[in-house]
């Protein structure tokens, strides 16, 4: 289902009854919330809502386990519920161009992430959970607002990319040195 680039400002409930939906895209609308029948969609992978103006996740989402690819980019979401980490199936995580300062301790349990873009936010510092993300092998964190980053990351041994452009690093960990594939 492809509804983008229109100017929704909500979705209706009966969505939740296109039970055969594998993906949906309504990126660039006005969203502002989804309804709750969404969380019915069990075998929805594809989940596209950048550019809308969702200002906070509905718990619904958190009921999408099969999930593998979700881009809620430049929307306005100021934090990230808990129950993210229930989404155990995603690789590939955009929540670029938000308002994010932190993520939620769930986050260490995405652990099939392999690409997560978190660009454009108030980041300042990266939970220690992040090690745990080990199929992660490209993440993006230019342009936030990061002092540090946690000796947690040496436990990325399959990262390949890890842009930090950008942002208020003084020093970098000694455990860096640990992430021998980055190219």
């Not at 769930?106 to 652990?111: A, E, I, M």
Request: proline share 4%; charged share 20%.
């Amino acid at each position: 289902l492809d509804v983008s680039e229109n100017q929704l400002s909500k979705l209706p409930d009966s969505i939740g009854q296109l039970a055969a939906l594998e993906e949906i895209s309504c990126s660039f609308n006005e969203l502002e919330s989804l309804p709750a029948s969404i969380g019915r969609l069990k075998g929805l992978k594809y989940l596209d809502l950048r550019s809308n103006q969702l200002e906070e996740l509905s718990q619904c989402l958190g009921q999408l386990t099969a999930l593998t690819n979700m881009n809620i980019s430049s929307n306005k979401l100021t934090k990230l519920p808990e129950w993210l980490g229930q989404l155990k199936a995603l690789k590939y995580l955009d929540l670029s161009t938000n308002q994010l300062d932190k993520l939620p301790e769930s986050f260490g349990q995405l652990t099939s992430l392999r690409e997560v873009f978190l660009c454009c936010n108030q980041l300042t510092k990266l939970p220690e959970c992040l090690g745990q993300l080990t199929a992660l092998q490209h993440i993006f964190l230019s342009m936030n607002q990061l002092e540090s980053l946690p000796a947690a990351i040496a436990q990325l041994k399959g990262l390949k990319c890890l842009n930090l452009r950008s942002n208020c690093l003084r020093s970098l960990p000694a455990s860096i040195g640990q992430l021998t594939v980055l190219t």
